[in-house]
């Protein structure tokens, strides 16, 4: 049986999901947003929270054939539509609550958390797992395409499983993954956007 509440409302949404969103257009943002961060064509990104894969496949249209992506989810049913979409051999996929992620420590090169974060029932224990795989120096970002307040608006509208997802605002998530060991260096909020960048310290 379920215990997770999220679980069952992203796997009864899942295949709805897409309709929502232009998806052309988030494309563009994404790719837009991917070379702002700098993600280098050779690495290993872990996409969390990766839903039906729109992140994944712009990050794919970005990778050589050297990069890869691990993509993780907790809901089936949203892995299961990102995969028609995508038949890619450089994308693993796992259906997996990020606190407990089936990686080697050290493995992953960067990590994009896009539009996930207020859905982690305990996100100083989710940084502390992503701590553990990044390899040292490697890359998290806490990545919003839209605004805080309207990430809250939508959540507060929605299904009672995530009523509660609040985004905290950019100083509270940098002050968390501080906490976590990792150092800052950047932090923000716009009418467009709300990004956390922070770095796995060198050993």
């Known amino acids: 049986m379920t215990t997770n509440p999220r679980i069952a409302f992203f796997d009864g949404i899942a295949v709805k999901w897409d309709g929502w969103e232009e998806l052309e257009a988030l494309g563009h943002k994404l790719a837009a947003g991917l070379d702002e961060l700098g993600v280098g064509v050779n690495e ?3 996409d969390v929270g990766c839903g039906t894969g729109n992140l994944t496949l712009a990050l794919l249209a970005r990778l050589s054939d050297r990069g890869r992506v691990v993509a993780v989810d907790i809901a089936q049913r949203m892995i299961d539509v990102a995969r028609v979409k995508i038949a890619d051999e450089r994308v693993v996929w796992h259906t997996v609550d990020a606190r407990r992620l089936p990686l080697e420590d050290g493995s992953c090169d960067r990590v994009i958390c896009c539009s996930v974060w207020p859905h982690f029932e305990d996100p100083g224990e989710v940084a502390a797992e992503l701590s553990r795989v990044l390899r040292p120096g490697g890359l998290l970002h806490v990545w919003h395409l839209i605004q805080r307040e309207r990430v809250n608006a939508i959540h507060a509208s929605a299904d009672e499983a995530v009523r509660g997802d609040v985004l905290a605002p950019a100083r ?3 002050k ?5 060991g990792f150092l800052i260096s950047t932090a923000v909020e716009t009418a467009e956007r709300y990004l956390v960048t922070a770095r796995k310290a060198m050993r």
């Open 44 to 46: 290993c990104v872990l």
């Open 172 to 174: 509270e998530t940098a």
């Open 176 to 180: 968390l993954l501080a906490g976590a």
